[in-house]
């Protein structure tokens, strides 16, 4: 388990000494104040960890509790400056708050990382809708599109990106730039893309993703085509798999992994399509609505590593980064910004996720397959921890004693409710590697 000693030294210094030589590199802070970088960071992110719709007011409060004197307007003022100097403190952040440790869990440590990607969209004030615009019709005028990737093995937020509220899942490849050997990319079918899962292939890593319907399929043997519902129905177990080909242009190899899903769940699935058919004037046709019977899946992860039960298994650890987006909209508040001017809504959207990243980096060593942390828990009980992080920031003996009762208190009164009837994704991959040993 993670010493929290190796962790406070790191937070001290964000908050401190790396905040001030952003400052002053972004130019926010020019000559001294007591308000300098390292007092503002803690005023504006700490200010929103204790209270996630804190007002100007709220804000004051707390910088006040930093020692730090200043008005509503003094602050407005610093926020409308702000913006250059958190959003690199928000990338120092991301690359500093890395966990190490992967998961006990030999399955998953097959892989050199776990990355999962996805997508979620804030709505904004109208001020930024030419810097973000909407997806028009009934949504908002102005969103932005939160591109998060996680880093499962290891617990990281490994990028968080901004994009127009209008930009598609598929045109997004920021989490392949630098493609990791020996990594696992899982994403949903809003980024099903032949061309994203050729270069994870070919950079020697791993795709696991649902599989487009809409997509050409041949059989891998004889490379004639498939007629994707026949073959279906030509297979009258609950579950199997075949190699096969799929893309028009250039054939892509790969598993393709197939489990019926129990009645309740396909009539479910009817019943949302047609819901989302009425929404957008259409009628669901009776192919798409036959074809929800199954969970059809796509990989290139050989059957040596991961068994067929195991990609179905594995694939619902896509719903971690669910989590991630509660946490960020939820509870952190950053579908709710207060200000309405542009400055002070890109300021707060910055200020939160840095507090988003110093949460994840607290909670992720604190994992494993027994009683897991609940994300709401640990952060009540951060909240509740704001006013000692705060006057601890500048002691590090005092930090880490800090950060050892807040560790404390996750262990006794942060885990999640034991569940009866089913288990959570770390037990079923634990009960399965025990079944297998």
């Known amino acids: 388990m993670t010493d929290i000693s190796t962790l406070a030294p790191k937070i001290q210094t964000f908050f401190n000494q790396t905040a001030n030589q952003v400052a002053r590199a972004t130019r926010f802070v020019e000559r001294a104040s007591k308000l300098n970088g390292a007092m503002f960071l803690q005023t504006l992110t700490f200010g929103f960890l204790n209270d996630p719709e804190a007002s100007l007011s709220g804000l004051v409060e707390t910088s006040h509790d930093l020692d730090v004197t200043i008005t509503k307007q003094g602050l407005q003022t610093r926020i409308t400056e702000a913006v250059p100097f958190l959003k690199e403190m928000f990338q120092q952040g991301l690359l500093l708050f890395r966990n190490t440790l992967p998961l006990d869990l030999k399955l998953l440590r097959q892989f050199t990382a776990i990355f999962i990607t996805d997508g979620s969209t804030v709505a904004l004030p109208d001020v930024l809708k030419d810097e973000f615009p909407g997806c028009g019709g009934d949504g908002p005028d102005a969103a932005v599109k939160m591109q998060l990737t996680f880093e499962f093995l290891r617990g990281v937020i490994a990028g968080i990106t901004f994009q127009s509220g209008r930009s598609p899942d598929q045109s997004y ?25 050729r270069a994870i292939d070919e950079q020697k890593a791993y795709f696991l993703s649902r599989f487009d319907t809409k997509t050409a399929l ?31 242009q250039e054939h892509l190899h790969c598993r393709m992994v197939v489990v019926r ?10 019943r949302r399509a047609y819901e989302t058919a009425r929404r957008k004037g259409r009628i669901p046709s009776e192919r798409h ?16 590593m991961l068994s067929l039960q195991q990609v179905v298994l594995l694939y619902s650890v896509r719903w971690q980064v669910e989590l991630l987006f509660k946490l960020c909209k939820s509870e952190c ?13 890109l300021s707060e959207l910055y200020a939160k996720l840095i507090g988003v990243v110093v949460l994840q980096f607290l909670l992720a060593p604190y994992r494993d397959h027994e009683r897991e942390l609940s994300i ?46 089913r288990l959570t994704t770390y037990q079923q991959i634990h009960a399965m590697e025990q079944s297998l040993a």
């Open 173 to 197: 490849a920021g989490d392949l730039q630098a493609i990791l050997p020996g990594a696992l990319y899982l994403t949903d079918l809003g980024y099903f893309v032949l061309a994203r899962f």
């Open 261 to 270: 899903v129990p009645q309740e769940v396909a009539d479910q699935r009817r």
């Open 376 to 421: 709401v828990k640990g952060v009540r009980i951060i909240q509740h921890h704001v006013a000692r992080l705060i006057t601890s920031m500048g002691n590090l003996d005092q930090l880490i004693e800090t950060l050892q009762n807040l560790v404390a208190r996750f262990l006794k009164n942060g885990r999640k409710d034991k569940r009866q009837k």
């Open 333 to 345: 508040a950053l579908a709710r910004v207060a200000g309405r001017r542009r400055e002070r809504v």
């Open 289 to 304: 609505l036959e074809l929800l019977n199954w969970s059809i899946f796509i990989t290139n992860v050989p059957a040596t």
């Open 218 to 248: 041949f059989d891998a043997a004889t490379g004639e085509p498939l007629d994707l519902l026949a073959w279906l129905r030509a297979h009258p177990e609950s579950q199997f798999e075949q190699e096969v080909l799929i893309g028009c």
